[in-house]
């Protein structure tokens, strides 16, 4: 998606240890707009797939995810990262280490919002090392639901996620495909 990989040129900064922040647009400061033409250019691409619920990870992905559930008109559901008192104990869960905080988070989504008639289409910001990706394609397993794809705002495409996800059979659609940081270079 040309209008993306622009934003990323003009406005991303390339940190040590493969790190790109967008937190100019994306993930801290968010560009509704830009959300909005991402998620129509997902609802071109699952076009004629039926999808009746998107899946997020907590936290940069939910914002993308609210407006892509707009755009495709389903309710979003986004897996947290943390316990809380309002939460049962009545959940889907699994581990996903962090690649840019370190360390593992137990994500967990409460049984009551995945089903096994669900189709869903996941949405998050990044797809790495694929491991935020995994964790949720477990929790969709997890209900008895199907996983219709992903939908990728970023993809480090010379990182392995991207490669082993597809090879799992799980749709992957990355509007933004870095083949290499240094220099940033688009596929």
Known sequence: MKLLEERIRRDGEIKSGDILKVDRFLNHQMDPALFYAMAEEWKRLFDG???????????????????????FGVPVVFAKKSKSR????????????????????TVQVSREYLHAEDRILIIDDFLASGAA???????VGQAGATV????IAIE???QPG???IREKGVRVESL????????LEFI
């Open 176 to 183: 933004a495909r870095l083949a290499s940081m240094e220099p």
């Open 156 to 158: 480090k495409a010379f």
């Open 86 to 105: 309002n939460v049962s104990d009545d959940v889907y869960t699994a581990e996903v280490p962090s690649f840019t905080h370190g360390g593992v988070n």
């Open 133 to 139: 990706l995994d964790g949720l394609i477990s929790i």
């Open 148 to 151: 219709v794809g992903a939908g």
């Open 162 to 164: 991207g490669r082993r």
């Open 49 to 71: 797939c039926t999808i009746n619920k998107i899946l997020t990870i907590e936290a940069s992905g939910i914002g993308i995810a609210c407006v892509a559930g707009l755009v």
